[in-house]
C-alpha cells in the first residue's frame, strides 16, 4: 500500500511549504533573534580559541584589556545596521587578533581566529536552527492570522 506513503509526502511537502512562507515573512526582529543564537555562539568559541592559544599572562591587559575579553556579538551588520544579521568579533582589539591570525613579516600567524570560525561552524548552525524552530512553532501555533 503506497497510497499512504504518497500522502504522508504530500503532507510532508504541505508543512515544509507553510515554513517557508513563514520564514519569508520573519520580522527584522526574529531574524536577528535566530541569528544573535549563531553569533553567540561564535563569540564563546573565540573566547575559548583566544585564551587557548593567547593567553592573557600579563597584568590587566593595558588600556583595553586583554584580547578575550575584547570578544562580544550584536545584533545589526558590522556597520550596525539592523537588517536581520548579528556579528561576533574582537572590538578595539582587532587588530591585535588580525596580526596573531595572519602574522606579520616577524610573527607566523597561528589562524586561531580561522580556526575558531570552521570549529562554531556546526554549533552556529545548530543555534540558529533551533532558534529558527521555536520562533516558526510560535509563529504556527499563534493561529492563522
Known amino acids: 500500500n503506497t497510497g499512504g506513503i504518497a500522502m504522508d509526502m504530500s503532507e510532508a511537502l504541505d508543512q515544509w511549504l507553510k515554513q517557508v512562507s513563514k520564514a519569508a515573512e520573519l520580522s527584522i526582529s526574529d531574524q536577528e533573534k535566530i541569528t544573535k543564537a549563531g ?49 561576533a568579533g574582537f572590538g578595539n582589539k582587532a587588530f591585535v587578533a588580525r596580526f596573531l591570525n595572519d602574522g606579520t613579516k616577524k610573527l607566523r600567524g597561528d589562524h586561531f581566529v580561522d580556526d575558531a570560525r570552521d570549529d562554531a561552524k556546526d554549533a552556529v548552525f545548530a543555534a540558529e536552527a533551533k532558534e529558527y524552530q521555536a520562533i516558526i512553532a510560535k509563529l504556527n501555533g499563534g493561529g492563522n492570522k
Open 39 to 87: 553569533a553567540d555562539v561564535l563569540a564563546t568559541k573565540l573566547q575559548e580559541a583566544t585564551k587557548a592559544k593567547h593567553q592573557d599572562t600579563k597584568g590587566d591587559g593595558g588600556a583595553y584589556g586583554h584580547l578575550s575579553d575584547d570578544i562580544s556579538s550584536s545584533t545589526g551588520d558590522i556597520d550596525k545596521e539592523h537588517n536581520g544579521k548579528s556579528v
